[in-house]
């Protein structure tokens, strides 16, 4: 059973920094892509960062600058760098995995992640 365990979450201000962190096991990491979703109340959860077998990234416009997706392989862990955070990146953080399979990278395409987290939450405030 794939297991995804999100940590990292919290209340910041605007302008500050967290680290989201997931922890991967039950599966072999090295052979998934990982990637990194969010959502809000009654909104559709949407991609953020993902990070493909091949280290290939993909990332939301609106977070590019300020967002840094990377893993430790070792740990089987995945991180969101986030910086410069502004009160619209407030939403429940969700880590999610999809077997390569050889495909091409499905980038922050919602339907090709078969894998997800509980979510960790992140509130910036004004």
């Known amino acids: 059973q794939v297991q995804l365990v999100e940590s990292g979450g919290g209340s910041v201000q605007s302008g500050g920094s967290l680290r989201l962190s997931c922890i991967a096991s039950?599966?072999?990491?090295?052979?998934?892509?990982m990637a990194w979703f969010r959502q809000t109340p009654g909104k559709k959860r949407e991609g953020v960062a993902a990070?493909?077998?091949?280290?290939?990234?993909s990332y939301r416009a609106s977070v590019k600058d300020r967002f840094t997706v990377s893993q430790d392989r070792a740990k089987k862990t995945l991180y969101l760098q986030m910086h410069d955070l502004k009160p619209e990146d407030t939403a429940m953080y969700y880590c999610a995995a999809t077997q390569d399979g050889g495909r091409s990278f499905p980038g922050l395409i919602i339907d090709y992640y078969t894998y997800w987290g509980q979510g960790t939450q992140v509130t910036v405030s004004s």
């Open positions: 990070l493909h077998t091949t280290g290939a990234t």
């Open positions: 039950n599966y072999p990491y090295s052979t998934y892509s």
